[in-house]
Every structure is written in structure tokens, then in C-alpha cells.
């Protein structure tokens, strides 16, 4: 009994030392104070009566300190759409609005607020781009089908872009990546583009751009580069989201996604496989990269996420370092690594990125689906941020008895849908998301030991 006390004072030193070791979260809803909305006329419009939300947050870069107020650069994606049935062979989106121009913004952070201002659109000499897929034909074309809300095929644009990350270029503007090409955009302050790097074309193929390795056109269509840093020295370093799927055989196997390394002032390329948490998904195409950001010129903050074999969401911030990675570029001339379990990537010498978890956030309370901004503040600070995917859904409308998933369906691309190849009645509408996922959340987070 005499022990009890000391025992019950050592179970609470425990506990407040645990206590103490867990990161602390500021956690904010970012606002609009200039009354950003997407203006929309469709046929749902009844639905969203002041206009879309904006949709920031696919990418996230901490720039300065005003006082206490801390100031980032975010941008947005490729603009409103959502999920529909294939036609045939072929991805189909549905775009709310079409003429939508994906933009840069600045996120600011003082007290209790975190405020969205200053939005530029993307554009080029002949103005603002859009985010609608390139058209067949084109390196770096996805082959979805645009369609309007109607279920209506969209021409595709040749300049479009589906932007994620965001980082500094050193000079007062900055690099951007996207999930078509992939590519990897240079913009100035206001959001011109100058330019535009993607895979190099193969004869037969028409390229837009050029100078990243052919290979990365394999990603999976809308899984492009996800995210991107640039490093100390000057390099930029891109994410494919997920894992390439390399004519059509690797995407369920591949042990890793590619982190590919360019270099702009001597256009050099290099990539590093990063290893995916294979075990703990169904199949190796359900991890996702979220973004990267540079810690110095070896290692770099990574968010992996996806739904584990349970269905279970998983978000986590792993520090990654390349020093030991092998340059996968000459293998691919033999063949690409994706085709490689783990024994015969040993034997072939190849060697992946090595890596450690920094933080799970869903331990920490993290409820959104995904966390498609990183960045870091300080030594002992780095800031996560969502993307609402501009506050809307496909909902699928009067389905026919027990086909009761848009993917029973396919679109026939004159404005209906078929089941069994008939015109039917369902349809695809769209509906508000709700809270929280129609909230842009930016977490601001204290680790509990410096980087």
C-alpha cells in the first residue's frame, strides 16, 4: 500500500510526458474576405445560390513573417468538377466550369484567421488557360472525356492544366506542377506562364512541351505530379502522385512512385523511386502522394495517404532521403523497376529512397479525406492544408433497380447515360459537399522536435 502513491505519481509523470511529446495543432478554416466565388449557371445552380467555393490548398509554400502574421502562397487546381461514368475505355470528369482558370493565391494567418486574397489566374500571351484535359493525340493527354454538367462533351484544351504543387523559384515568382503532362510550369508573381516543361516526345507522338524523361507519361490519367520543391541548390524535385502504369501492366504492383529531379539551369533530369507502404493497401495504385518539400539539398517532407486495406484512411508526413537512391534512368532502358518485386530490384542493384514517419495525422485528429499541401515554417513548425475540391459531388440521379453506382453506367457522350447499351432515364447530377469536407483546413503544427 505504502507504494500505491509513488506508483499513481509515476503513472502521471508518464502520462503528462506523453502528453507533452504529442505535436501541437493550430487549426484554422481559411475565409475569403473578398467574396471569392466561382460563378456557375448549370443546370444544379439552384443548388449553389451564391456560386462555388473556391477550391485552394492543392498546394502549399510558407514565404515570410509579417509580425505574427505568417504568409503562404497556395494555388488551386484544375478547377469545379466531378466524378462520371466511363465512356467506353475512357475516363469522363464532369466541368462545372469549363472556363474556370486555376489560380495562384496568397493564405494569410494571424490570431484565429487564416484569409485567402490576392487571387491571379493562370495565363500565357494568349490569356487565361484553363483546366480542361489536352486533347487526344497530344504527349501528356489524359484521354478523359470533358462533359458539361449536362453530360455533354467539352473540346479539350491544348493548354490546360491540372496545377498541385507550388514552390518558390528564387526570384520572386515560381514553379508549379500538374497532373496532365505531367508537367512542370515556371510563373512569375502574377501567374504568367514562362515556362512549361513535360515528357519528351517519341516519334509519332505530338508534344506540347519537352525535356522531362518519356516514362513519367505513363502516370495513371489525373495522377500526374502532385507535388514539388525546389531544393537548396536549384533543383526541382516533382512527385508523380502514384505509381506509372507502364503499358498498362505495373499500376497494381509497382513497390514505388517516382520523384523526379530537374534542373533548370542545365535542364538535367534524374529519379529516385520513393517506396509506398505496399503492405497496407489493396493494391499498390490506392497510395497517393499528397506533396514534398525540401528539408536541404538530400532530404525532403513527403505526405503518403490513401485507403488502406480496411477502407481506412491513411495521412502521413514522412521525411525521405535520397542520399542512397539509386537514378532509375538507366534501368529504364532495360527495364523500368515498376516490373520488379522487391528480390529482383535488389538484384538488379537498385536502391529506393529510405524514409521515416514524422507525423500521422489522423492520430493528430485529421479528418479530411486528403492533405494536398505541405510546408514548412520553421525548424520545429511545418503547416498541412486540404483541398474541398470547390465544394461539390456527383450524385447519381434516378438509377434503375439494383444498379445503384455510377459505374454500372456509361456516358454515350450525347448527354445521356446507358446501362447494357440502352439510353436510360439516370442521370448524374451534382450537390454541395458537406462540412467538413467543403472547408479548406490548414493545420498548423508544432512538432515535438525540431527537423
Known sequence: MKNKPLALLLASLFSITARAAEPDVNRYVVTFPQGDRVAYQGDYASAFPDGLPVGVGSGLQFLRKEGDTLVFATVTDRGPNADSPKAGKRESKIFASPGYAPQLMTLRVSGDKAEAVAAKPLHDAQGNITGLPLPEGLIGATNELALNDALQPLPGDRRGLDTEGITPDGKGGYWLCDEYGPFIIHVDANGKILEKHGPQAEQGEQAVAGGLPNIVKW????????????????????????????????????????????????????????????????????????????????????????????????????????????????????????????????????????????VDLRKLGWQQEKAEGLTIVDKHTIAVINDNDFGLQATLEKPQGEKQEADDYQVDGKGHLTLDGKSVATRIGIKPLEKPQSENDLWVIKLDKPL
Open 219 to 358: 502516370r495513371q490519367p489525373n495522377r500526374g505530379f502532385e507535388g514539388l520543391t525546389r531544393m537548396p541548390d536549384g533543383r526541382i524535385i516533382a512527385a508523380v502522385q502514384s505509381t506509372l502504369d507502364i503499358d498498362g501492366k505495373t499500376k497494381n504492383s509497382a513497390r514505388f512512385t517516382r520523384l523526379v529531379s530537374f534542373d533548370p539551369a542545365s535542364g538535367k533530369t534524374a529519379m529516385y523511386g520513393y517506396p509506398i507502404d505496399i503492405d497496407r493497401y489493396k493494391k499498390a495504385k490506392d497510395a497517393k502522394i499528397g506533396d514534398i518539400v525540401a528539408l536541404d539539398n538530400h532530404r525532403l517532407l513527403l505526405i503518403e495517404q490513401g485507403g488502406d486495406k480496411n477502407n481506412a484512411m491513411r495521412n502521413l508526413v514522412y521525411v525521405v532521403d535520397l542520399r542512397n537512391a539509386t537514378d532509375l534512368s538507366r534501368f529504364d532502358k532495360e527495364q523500368p523497376p515498376e516490373f520488379n518485386d522487391a528480390s529482383s530490384l535488389n538484384a538488379r542493384g537498385i536502391t529506393l529512397a529510405s524514409k521515416s514517419l514524422l
